[in-house]
T-cell receptor, first 121, second 112 residues
Framework: DVKVTQSSRYLVKRTGEKVFLECVQD?????MFWYRQDPGLGLRLIYF???????EKGDIPEGYSVSREKKERFSLILESASTNQTSMYLC????????????????????FGPGTRLTVL | GQNIDQPTEMTATEGAIVQINCTYQ??????LFWYQQHAGEAPTFLSY????GLEEKGRFSSFLSRSKGYSYLLLKELQMKDSASYLC?????????????FGTGTLLAVQP
């Protein structure tokens, strides 16, 4: 089974603090993603990475940065937290793009971590 | 622009059948996913369609019509545990990574 873990389920921080959210996957997946989920807005992609030290901006990268020093770990960084960054943050990973693996599973499928509910006061 | 539409909420009765629709307008199409998300939990993968037609997996089936930009998720023999949000997501563009565009989800309430 694919396992994606996130460092915290709940986090409370103050405005201006630097915040680190960690995500680890144990299935040797190439791709990793960070989303935020807000009521009425759905899941929105912040950043993604398709290889170690590689990153690309998603739809809402402003106010965030990421780091991928090792294949299994993808970190989301809020440089200076603001109240509008209060949200549920979800990490996901996928094997690679297009095709099927030896088990016949679609390799595009993203597997999600349990989420971190961040509150910025 | 890119847009995915699904109903906000639906209600159904235990034991019945429910169909959740999803329409999409994206730049390119490289597959459609359905995810289930229980309150306070992470989305979990349900189904994937890339060709037209019906994919059946137990009580759940998913249908795709690429020409109409339309998909539905069919849930049979509804159980109380099926109460959840159902997310439609489209892989709209090609390239090295599989960026997905998500709809806002359909909250399904199953009643006794």
């Amino acid at each position: 089974d694919v396992k994606v873990t996130q460092s915290s389920r709940y986090l409370v921080k103050r405005t201006g603090e630097k915040v680190f959210l960690e995500c680890v996957q144990d299935m040797d997946h190439e791709n990793m993603f960070w989303y935020r989920q807000d009521p009425g807005l759905g899941l929105r992609l912040i950043y993604f990475s398709y290889d170690v030290k590689m990153k690309e901006k998603g739809d809402i990268p402003e106010g965030y940065s990421v780091s991928r020093e090792k294949k299994e770990r993808f970190s989301l960084i809020l440089e200076s937290a603001s109240t509008n960054q209060t949200s549920m943050y979800l990490c996901a990973s996928s094997l690679w793009s297009r095709g099927r693996n030896t088990a016949g599973e679609n390799t595009d499928t993203q597997y999600f971590g349990p989420g971190t509910r961040l509150t910025v006061l | 622009g890119q847009n995915i539409d699904q109903p906000t909420e639906m209600t159904a009765t235990e034991g019945a059948i429910v169909q959740i629709n999803c329409t999409y307008q994206t730049s390119g199409f490289n597959g459609l996913f359905w995810y289930q998300q229980h309150a306070g939990e992470a989305p979990t993968f349900l189904s994937y369609n890339v060709l037209d037609g019906l994919e059946e997996k137990g009580r759940f089936s998913s249908f795709l019509s690429r020409s109409k930009g339309y998909s539905y998720l069919l849930l049979k023999e509804l159980q109380m545990k099926d109460s959840a949000s159902y997310l439609c997501a489209v892989r709209g563009q090609g390239g090295a990574t599989n960026k997905l565009i998500f709809g806002t989800g359909t909250l399904l309430a199953v009643q006794p």
